[in-house]
Structure formats: C-alpha cells, structure tokens
C-alpha cells in the first residue's frame, strides 16, 4: 500500500506543530474514490477542529500546473487524528509529459505518475473535501486550514475546486 507524500507530510507537521500556518475558512455525504480513514466525530461538536491539507501538483505554476494527489486530516487542537482523506487526482497526459525535472524526478521516484491515469476525477476529489468539511465543521463554524504549504495550496485550491475553496474563510 503506498502512503501518499501528502500524508507522510501531513503526519510530520503534525508531530511539529510550530511550524504549522492557520488559515481560517467556512464550511452532504459524498462517496469517492480514494481513502476516508478513521471515524471518531467528537460528542463535542464545540471542539475546536484544524483541517489539515497537503497537495502534490505537476509544479508550482498555477497557470498551467494541475493538482495530482490530496491528502487531508482533520484533527482536534491535541492534534488527535479524527478524520482522513487521500486521493490521486486523475489528470491527462499532457501535465505528466510537460513536468520539470524535479517534479518528474520526485512523482516518479514515489510512484505518484503511475497513478496519476487511475485516479480519481477532480470533481469527486472536490465533493469529497466539501463532505469531510461538512462533516466535522458545521455551517455556521468556519473550517481552519492548516498545513505546510498552505498559501500555494489555497491558490490551486481556489482554481481547481472552486466550491470547496468557497466554504474557505481566508
């Protein structure tokens, strides 16, 4: 079983917390293709929550790069892991042929571009963020991002899942 980077990425931020940048966002169950993991929804649903979220892209030009991999966790603020969701995001060709050295170099070295063909639609990866979001973090509470790269993240997000960026407050 491959642990996507997203998540291995995610794991290791959250074992180092300090280094971890807040955003904070607003917020039906969804069936996709990829991984929901864990089912531990508090009794408490004034539990202050973080929606982790790490993605792998083809690069890091928003302009011609596409997202290829998510992985997310939704944790308490003891960073108990409540929820999880990983996916490979299905992508034509033509962005795996036209990565740069290095993105080429890392995704085939972790088995990523393998997956890319088999994986899931951008559209249902979407409806999948929305359904864990809707999940864990009620319409009148804001969903609070957290991750590593968050601010690259956001702008691929705001492009490529547009209604799940605007459940996002920042």
Same mark, same amino acid.
């Not at 999880?84 to 740069?100: E, G």
């Not at 890319?116 to 963020?129: D, H, N, R, S, W």
């Given at each position: 079983? %491959? ?45 202050? %929550? ?61 088995? &990523? ?18 359904? &864990? ?20 993240? %956001? ?16």
């Amino acid at each position: 079983v %491959r642990i996507s980077s997203g998540r291995l990425a995610l794991e290791k931020l959250m074992r180092n917390p300090q280094k971890m940048e807040l955003r904070m966002s607003s917020n039906e169950s969804v069936s996709a293709k990829g991984w929901i993991l864990g089912d531990k929804m508090s009794d408490d649903e004034d539990v202050p %929550r973080l929606f982790w979220i790490d993605l792998e892209m083809s690069g890091l030009y928003i302009e011609k790069e596409v997202i290829i991999e998510v992985a997310a966790i939704v944790t308490d603020f003891d960073f108990h892991e409540l929820a999880s969701y990983s996916a490979v995001v299905k992508q034509p060709q033509s962005f795996i042929y036209n990565m740069d050295g290095w993105n080429s170099s890392h995704h085939t070295e972790s088995g &990523l571009i393998k997956l890319i063909p088999q994986g899931t639609e951008p559209a249902e990866v979407e409806k999948a963020l929305i359904a &864990l979001g809707n999940r864990f973090f009620p319409d009148d509470q804001p969903i609070i991002l957290a991750g590593n790269s968050i601010a690259t993240d %956001r702008q691929f997000i705001n492009k490529y899942f547009p209604d799940f960026s605007y459940r996002l407050h920042y």
